[in-house]
């Protein structure tokens, strides 16, 4: 069955740092999102894309964070100046059409010391 | 064993028993829901949906139900077994998916 990628599963930075997680989407997936989870808490939105652009984003996604699809395969978010509270697991997602249903990867865990 | 997600996040039942999760939705625009487990450690995974136009649909051992007037989803898991341990979220979508808060479901052998 196809999946979603995520890499690293764990990345350890320093505050102030900047990470760049990945992603491979389903190949044949138009759509495709970030969402975050911290520790204990719900998943949250934080922006979605499609035809190269980003579609919505949500309060969470500031200047800070960017996404891209450097490639016909990759998805990345970068994470600028990491911050204590930016320690959460981020879930990449997609999906072939929009009204259905996502596919979500198992997660980078991001922890910023 | 029944909860109010939003209000009493983690439920516990006994092995064999029926579970209902329940969950209330925030936008009367959203026209199609989703109900996630989520395993520890693990993105969430999809169990049923239903669209708006809909009050009840089936899967293999769980029933979603739609109440529309009050913004209410519910999750009915019959025979809950170990492995349906796990924290269940309820989604809405209407121009993007949003999760609700998630509830704990914890079965006891």
């Known amino acids: 069955e196809p999946e979603v990628t995520q890499t690293p599963s764990h990345q350890v930075t320093q505050m102030g740092q900047e990470v760049i997680l990945r992603c491979v989407p389903i190949s044949n997936h138009l759509y495709f999102y970030w969402y975050r989870q911290i520790l204990g808490q719900k998943v949250e939105f934080l922006v979605s894309?499609?035809?190269?652009?980003?579609?919505?984003k949500s309060e969470i996604f500031d200047d800070q964070f960017s996404v891209e699809r450097p490639d016909g395969s990759n998805f990345t978010l970068k994470i600028r100046s990491t911050k204590l509270e930016d320690s959460a697991m981020y879930f990449c997602?997609?999906?072939?059409?929009?009204?259905?249903?996502?596919?979500f990867g198992s997660g980078t865990r991001l922890t910023v010391v | 064993g029944e909860s109010v997600g939003l209000h009493l996040p983690t439920l516990s039942v006994q092995e064999g028993d029926n579970s209902i999760i329940n969950c209330a939705y925030s936008n009367s625009a959203s026209d199609y829901f989703i109900w996630y487990k989520q395993e520890s450690g693990k993105g969430p995974q999809f169990i049923i949906d239903i669209r708006s136009n809909m009050d009840k649909r089936q899967g293999q051992r769980v029933t979603v139900l739609l109440n529309k007037t009050v913004k209410h989803l519910s999750l009915q898991i019959a025979a809950t077994q170990p492995g349906d341990s796990a924290v269940y979220f309820c989604a809405e979508i209407k121009d993007d998916m949003r999760f609700g808060a998630g509830t704990r479901l914890t079965v006891k052998p």
């Open positions: 997602a997609s999906t072939e059409d929009s009204s259905y249903g996502y596919t």
């Open positions: 894309f499609y035809n190269n652009e980003i579609s919505e």
